[in-house]
């Protein structure tokens, strides 16, 4: 039985434990990340969720994972690309680009960006979870960011923004934060 960790709205851990599933309540909130990969020529990767999957069965999706209990959000982030696509990333890779707080369904969503080239024929994909993975481009994936209406208005934004964001030449990396010159 897999563990989270029950945060405050601020992130911080609360010393409490609940089993995966669990409904948290008012004031309790876990930590979810979100990892949009992209490559060289700007194509971002999707992948497809089996269609056993209680959340978005058969939906594509970027990589998703919950923190499990003592695992901080970067942590996080690169054990589940390993985990769903079979890529080893360095976390020195993995950009954090935002913390969104969505209180109805008490979760804490931080966002990572990961620019790696690789083919993604050569994808070793999580079985159970992940059925299928492509590469799209800047356009689809903001076609796609716009429809996922099962998110909040305010992550749409943020996202697409992030996006847009990396249409820029030079990118710089500074910490755990994208720098644009």
Not at 39 to 48: A, D, G, H, T, V
Not at 49 to 73: C, Q
Not at 137 to 160: A, D, M
Request: contains cysteine.
């Amino acid at each position: 039985m897999e563990l989270f960790d029950i945060l405050d709205k601020d992130g911080k851990p609360t010393g409490l434990t609940a089993a995966k599933g669990t409904q948290l309540q008012g004031g309790h909130f876990y930590l979810g990340i979100h990892v949009y990969i992209y490559n060289s020529s700007m194509e971002f990767l999707l992948q497809q969720r089996s269609y056993d999957k209680a959340f978005l069965p058969g939906g594509w999706e970027v990589v998703l994972e919950h923190a499990i209990a003592g695992e901080t959000s970067k942590e996080c982030a690169v054990r589940g690309i390993k985990e769903e696509v079979g890529l080893c990333i360095h976390e020195s890779d993995v950009l954090f680009t935002g913390r969104m707080i969505w209180e109805e369904c008490n979760h804490i969503m931080d966002v990572y960006f990961v620019k790696a080239d690789f083919n993604v024929d050569e994808l070793t994909l999580e079985r159970g979870k992940v059925i299928g993975a492509k590469f799209v481009s800047k356009e689809q994936i903001l076609e796609h960011v716009s429809e996922i209406c099962y998110r909040p208005e305010e992550y749409r934004q943020f996202i697409t923004h992030e996006i847009m964001k990396l249409n820029r030449k030079t990118i710089l990396y500074s910490g755990n934060k994208i720098l644009y010159e």
